[in-house]
């Protein structure tokens, strides 16, 4: 038998994390995967971001993946809403030995800061350093979303893109301690 952790109506409001007026954070919900789900199908969307899941199309493998973050101990997953509403996630989790970050708002709330305070929250929340994150090098929506959050590039790599369907060069960024 599987554990999934309590819904989001589990967590008194003192323990939601208000951003903004219109934007919170609070722990990963099940009924919040519909909504990853629903977002990840985007193809303009998965293009940007380049490296997604594989096939995002996949249920299955979304949800072993999920299954996988929400029951590791290490990462911490937040739930990003608006007025209530799920328009994204953002992540710390552990990768070859140090700790990264990554988002996701869902296309349409593009725009809107809603990335940068997101990850800005998170960051308080997450109060290790340093923090690693990487972007696709023409992705510069995201790169301005890690540079307003003060992460600085370090270097570049270049990996396979799923949502690409190619390599391509990404930086690694870091947010110093």
């Not at 554990?3 to 003192?14: K, L």
């Not at 990963?28 to 985007?42: K, M, R």
């Not at 708002?105 to 960051?123: E, K, N, T």
Request: hydrophobic share 40%.
């Amino acid at each position: 038998m599987h554990h999934q952790p309590p819904g989001p109506e589990h967590y008194p409001d003192t323990y939601r994390r208000a951003v903004t007026d219109d934007l919170r954070l609070r722990p990963v919900g099940e009924d919040d995967l519909l909504e990853f789900f629903a977002h990840q199908l985007d193809p303009a969307a998965n293009r940007m971001a380049a490296f997604g899941a594989p096939d995002p199309t996949d249920r299955r493998a979304f949800a072993a993946h999920w299954a996988r973050i929400l029951t590791d101990p290490g990462i911490v997953a937040r739930t990003v809403t608006v007025d209530g509403e799920v328009v994204g996630h953002v992540l710390a989790f552990p990768a070859a030995g140090r700790t990264e970050v990554s988002y996701w708002i869902d296309r349409p709330r593009w725009g809107r800061g809603y990335a940068s305070r997101s990850l800005a929250a998170l960051l308080r929340e997450v109060t290790r350093r340093p923090l690693f994150a990487r972007a696709a090098v023409d992705n510069a929506a995201s790169l301005a979303v890690l540079r307003k959050c003060g992460f600085v590039v370090r270097g570049t790599d270049r990996a396979y893109a799923p949502g690409r369907g190619h390599e391509v060069d990404e930086y690694l960024l870091e947010l110093p301690g």
